[in-house]
């Protein structure tokens, strides 16, 4: 094809109310992310972790909440990734803030339970379980019976003035972007 015919193509691709180009784009990246996330799953089952590992970072460095989590829980216990709690709560964090509820739980759970990292804070993680909770779907009930016991230990070693504190903190929370 000349170049002429080309430039032709391309002008008649654009000369629409929405080019072709966006409409067909968004689609296979839907693809792409669903299938990688499969693949990733399907390798973390066969425990093939760096694979898995390799597929999850591709997605949580585009910011892809659940991939986040997901290497996130890979780097808290050392499957297929040195083990590191640091790396673990920024991915978690990072996935939390987005308002993935997976991860809201496991920054909520390394606040009040981890081990320092980060530090200890029963109002960050009763904040975080709160929103977990508020956040779970039926098809995450034992998730969600877990994040209420977790929640309501807490509860039990905190003022009525930090629960009051951490309520307001999940109130104003507003999700953000990747």
Do not use: C
């Not at 949580?60 to 290497?71: F, I, Q, S, V, Y």
């Not at 991915?91 to 991860?103: H, I, K, S």
């Not at 779907?137 to 003022?159: E, F, G």
Request: overall charge positive; glycine content about 8%.
């Amino acid at each position: 094809m000349n170049i002429m015919k080309l430039l032709v193509v391309v002008a008649a691709l654009f000369a629409g109310p929405v080019p072709i180009l966006v409409i067909t784009a968004a689609p296979v990246a839907a693809q792409s992310l669903e299938a990688e996330m499969r693949q990733a799953a399907g390798a973390y089952e066969r425990k093939d972790m760096a694979t898995a590992a390799r597929l999850w970072k591709v997605w949580a460095d585009k910011g892809n909440a659940e991939a986040r989590t997901l290497l996130g829980a890979m780097y808290w216990s050392g499957e297929g990734v040195p083990r590191n709690h640091t790396e673990a709560a920024r991915l978690y964090r990072l996935a939390a803030d987005q308002g993935y509820a997976r991860a809201q739980n496991d920054i909520g759970f390394m606040y009040g339970f981890g081990e320092g990292i980060p530090p200890h804070n029963d109002v960050e993680a009763y904040k975080w379980l709160t929103l977990a909770i508020k956040g779970y779907t039926s098809k995450n009930q034992d998730r969600l019976d877990q994040a209420i016991k977790d929640k309501a230990t807490l509860a039990k070693r905190m003022t009525q003035a930090q629960i009051a504190d951490a309520d307001a903190r999940a109130k104003a929370w507003k999700p953000q972007g990747p």
